[in-house]
């Protein structure tokens, strides 16, 4: 018996677009939904949530394709000209260092008795107070912080489709992934006919989603 991959279960082929592949998933999403087909679907839906978990995220997505024996995508050109412009210049630099330690074993005209010392306890008095100022000036700056989802679900919240209907809130990716409610209307309250309705996981109103 062949076990359906992700891929059967949405209904698209291996080398679906990430478009193609989040509309697959709403449909079957809105077809699953418990106001539609009742709670006997629930494997059923878990299997789609699994499904657009692993394909609608690229990272996730090319280790799964690996284990199927897909063609992995080759490093990006532009990847690997950075990585060989970047190896360049490390060899550059190690040339550098190398020449300037050859000239320093050679005694100089000025110098008979060879190179002058450096001033090592002077560099790393003032390295360590470069460091300090920069702390110091580092402090003034209260980077934005980002906060984890709260569970509260609000219009504009991003949401996972939990196997019983429920929406619950996670955290935006800011990828085409993400399902954004557009809507969240109080208990009991209908949504306009191009929306789904979601319950809230925590019973505080009703998410209205857009699937396009």
């Known amino acids: 018996m062949t076990i359906a991959n992700h891929y059967d279960v949405l209904g698209v082929p291996s080398d679906a677009s990430s478009a193609t592949i989040r509309h697959a998933y709403r449909q079957r999403a809105r077809l699953l939904h418990p106001d539609r087909s009742g709670d006997g679907e629930a494997n059923a839906m878990a299997a ?11 990272g996730r997505r090319a280790l799964y394709d690996s284990s199927l024996g897909e063609v992995v995508p080759e490093v ?63 402090s003034f700056n209260d980077a934005p912080s980002v906060e984890p989802p709260d569970g509260i679900i609000r219009s504009g919240s991003c949401v996972m489709i939990e196997t019983n209907g429920d929406a619950r809130e996670v955290a935006c990716t800011n990828t085409p992934s993400d399902i954004v409610v557009s809507l969240l209307l109080p208990t009991g309250a209908t949504c306009p006919a191009e929306m789904a309705p979601h319950r809230d996981r925590l019973g505080l109103g009703t998410a209205c989603i857009l699937f396009g």
């Open 76 to 138: 990006d050109p532009i990847d690997s000209a950075a990585i060989s412009v970047d190896d360049e210049l490390e060899i550059s630099a190690a040339e550098e260092l190398r020449r300037r330690a050859a000239m320093q074993q050679q005694p100089s005209r000025l110098a008979p008795d060879g190179p002058a010392r450096v001033p090592w306890k002077l560099m790393l008095v003032t390295g360590v107070l470069g460091s300090g100022l920069v702390m110091f000036a580092a």
């Open 48 to 58: 789609v949530n699994e499904a657009y978990r692993i394909l609608g995220e690229p």
